[in-house]
Structures are given as C-alpha cells and as structure tokens.
C-alpha cells in the first residue's frame, strides 16, 4: 500500500452493516473535513487525466459532484452533473440499469456533452459498476469520447472494472 | 447591475414552469459548464468569506455539493454535507423545516464539526431561505459558530433574507 493509500484510508470511515446488513460502508465525510487529504486526493485523480485533453468532468450525484467538481477545478475544465431520475430541470436523456434488487435511472441534460467532446466520469465509489457503465453508455449516446473514470474507492472483489473494461480506469483506494 | 453578475446571469437558463406552473426555475447547469464563469463565481463567493477566518464550508445537498466545494477548495479549508434525509451513513443530527406543502428534513453527521468551529454555509439559490435557515439552526445546535450564508442566485421577492437576519448573506446573482 503506497503512501497516498495509507493516508486516505486513515480519513476513510468503515460503518459495519449500512445501508444493510452485511454491508460495510466506506464513509469518506472525514477525508472531505481534511483540507489536506482531499486535496492529495483531486489532485491525484487530476494528475491521472491531465494529458488525456478532457473538455468536461461529468460527476455523478451525489458524491460525486464533490470529487468530480473538484477535479474539474483542478482541471480547468467544466464540470456537468449526471443526476438520478426527476432532478434535471431541463430536457434530457435517461438510461436506466440493473441493480442487486431492482432497476435505477440516470439523466443528463441533452445538452450536457457535445459530439466529439472528451469526459472523464468522476464517481466516489466503484463497487459493481452498474452506475458508471450506465453513464458511460449515455455519455457515448450523445457522441462523447471516455477518457476514463476516476474513482476514490474501489472494492475489488465487486470486480467493477469488468464492466467498465476497455477504459482507463485509476482509483486511489482498494479495498 | 455589476459585470460578475452580468457574465453569470448569461450562463444560467430560465426554465419556466419547472418544478411546476407558474415557478421559473433558475438553472445552473451552463454556468458550472463554463470553467471561467465558474470560477469567477467561486472565487467571489471565496473572497466574500476570505478574512472570516472560516474553519469549514458546509454545502446543502446537492447543487450546494458543487458550489460549496469548490470555495472550500479554493479557501484551502475541509468540506461538510447537509444532507436530505436517511442519505448519511453514520451518527447523525436532524431538523425539520416547513415547506410551502408539507415538511422536510436535513441531517448532518455528529462530528461534521465541532463545538465552536466557524464555518461558512454555501447553497445555489436564496429562495424562502428555509432549508439555509434550518441548516443555520443545525450546525449552531452542535455549537458551531456561523460565519455566513453564500449563494450564487437570490430571489429577491422570496424574501429569504428576512429568515437569516443577522447573518452574512453574499449573493451574486439576483432576480
């Protein structure tokens, strides 16, 4: 475990058996409170993208849009939210996937990516991979080219990365 | 009216009857697309709090996610959540707000901060001033000190100023 690693996963919280049982949840409110840790965090997934000439970060609610949004800072670039089904306010595309129980949707502004721009996909968490692959579907339905997704925390054994293969991927801790 | 709020008020879309008839909705989304919009927008609302020795940026879920990180990143202090309810992973606090129809809920974590901290409190939009003065009466119940509210677009006939009299309240953009 490289250095980086050690110091988020100091700021990253594990809460046994939420949202359910068996689960154990990676909390990273504490690593947001660190000024210091976040930064080595955005500026680290930034640094993996920063010769991929990314036009947009696209972050995905609601976590997300924090990690994405400062990643797109760092950037330069602007930021464009992907959102759950019934918050975008203006006309959009939807894409709906498989979950463990159930069926979720995503949307984003028709507007949000133009033809032949580059994105990078910035999410908290790669577990399953079902969220990410379903944004990088819609973002290639309007014309988009995937730089890749950056992810905070990966849980490897959920092989998300399966589904997302193909694509640069950088995370910064595995669990 | 100023040339801040002139470039602002070109990159944000008005929506009319969005959530429902008769609400013009006021959308973001082309200025967070705008990397020199948005950071002008970001370092004003940055420089507004810059001498109020601010220990953190608490954001209201989710527009405020965006916004709030984005000063807090630039002010070099830790970011907080606001969240809507049961979103929160661990020991959380709650309080209750009215809405125009109905009651709603926003939570913190326990720890989010600490008794006697400073902290500024960031949103999109001023409207009611409902969900910023519930969040006020939140973080002032765990003992924090308030150094001020910031949004990006205050509506000024919603009056929402009146519910956070006494406080610091930076806008940039009115209608």
Chains 1, 2 share one sequence.
Do not use: W
Not at 70 to 90: D, H, W
């Amino acid at each position: 475990m490289g250095k980086l690693e050690k110091m988020l996963k100091a700021k990253i919280r594990s809460i046994p058996d939420y949202p359910k049982k068996g689960i154990l949840f990676r909390d990273i409110t504490p690593l947001l409170k660190s000024p210091k840790a976040f930064k080595e965090c955005v500026d680290r997934l930034a640094a993996a993208f920063a010769k991929e000439k990314v036009d947009y970060v696209v972050g995905i609610e609601a976590r997300g849009f924090i990690i994405g949004v400062a990643v797109a800072q760092v950037l330069g670039v602007g930021f464009v939210p992907i959102r759950k089904e019934g918050k975008l306010p203006y006309k959009k595309i939807s894409k709906s996937y498989e979950l463990e129980y159930g069926r979720a949707t995503i949307e984003m502004h028709q507007d949000g990516v133009e033809r032949g721009k580059r994105v990078v996909v910035i999410d908290d968490l790669l577990a399953t991979g079902g969220t990410s692959q379903a944004a990088g579907e819609l973002l290639e339905s309007v014309g988009a080219k995937i730089a890749g997704f950056g992810f905070v925390v990966e849980l490897k054994d959920l092989n998300g990365r399966k589904k997302l293969k193909g694509k640069k991927i950088v995370s910064l801790v595995k669990y």
